[in-house]
């Protein structure tokens, strides 16, 4: 079975410039995606797709392939689907098409090894669903503003936060996809889903803003004294 990882990171970022490359404690952001899926038991070939020179440098570095994305597929308006259809009809070429495509988003450095390999694990135990995506367990009370005034969504939640009933959000660290499921549809979640928790909401950390650098530092250290100390 071939199992595809592909790592979309164009250039353009207006937030942070180039934030897939910037430094997190002195390692480009890519690479700790790149690495994660390296280590993976499943994935056979792992590759970034990008519009800019430079990231596809430091994904060559760190062992990844490439494949250049075309300036169209790399604006602000292109779904990253897009970029994924590219990279099978590239790959195609060669002969190569996977069952599975898996969606590894650069902006989530704490993403592990193990939390791939549980949700390309689960993909194949359950081959009548289109795509495992991971979700993160939230006890929040949301809700919407109507002409100023705040509606809770679910209104007979309890006050006590430890009291309440989980609720789950989409998390955006790892989609595990049907091929023939993302071509059909266009999306990596096709019509049926199922979700893995993330258990250390560490993993689910997502970079898109200057404070979530430092938050991001801040955990990675963290972790690394607790590797340290066993």
């Known amino acids: 079975m071939h199992v595809l990882a592909v790592i979309p990171a164009r250039g353009g970022s207006k937030s942070i410039p180039l934030k897939n490359i910037r430094p997190l404690n002195g390692t480009p952001l890519l690479a700790f995606t790149i690495q994660a899926a390296k280590g993976s038991t499943y994935l056979d070939r792992c590759v970034v797709s990008t519009d800019h020179p430079d990231i596809a ?5 760190y062992g990844a392939e490439v494949i250049e994305r075309p300036p169209e597929l790399a604006t602000d308006q292109a779904p990253t689907e897009w970029a994924l259809l590219h990279v099978l009809e590239v790959l195609a070429k060669d002969g190569y098409r996977p069952e599975y495509v898996v969606t590894l ?3 989530s450095p704490l993403r ?10 689960e993909a194949i135990r359950h081959p009548q669903l ?8 939230t006890r929040k009370c949301y809700g919407r503003l109507q002409d100023g005034r705040f509606e ?6 309890p006050r006590r936060r430890q009291e309440r009933q989980p609720l789950f959000e989409e998390s955006s660290t790892v989609y595990v996809t049907k091929t023939d499921v993302l071509e059909r549809d266009r999306s990596v ?5 199922y979700g893995v928790v993330v258990e250390d909401p560490r993993e689910a950390i997502d970079i898109n803003e200057p ?3 430092i938050v991001a530092e801040a955990v990675l250290a963290q972790r690394l004294t607790e590797e340290q100390h066993g």
């Open 57 to 61: 440098r430091v994904a060559r570095d």
């Open 152 to 157: 809770y969504l679910f209104p007979d939640q």
């Open 112 to 121: 592990t090894t193990g939390l791939i390999d549980r949700c390309i694990a």
């Open 130 to 137: 289109d795509c495992v995506m991971t979700v993160a367990e």
């Open 105 to 107: 988003e650069p902006t």
């Open 189 to 193: 979640l096709g019509r049926t889903r």
């Open 211 to 213: 404070l979530d650098f």
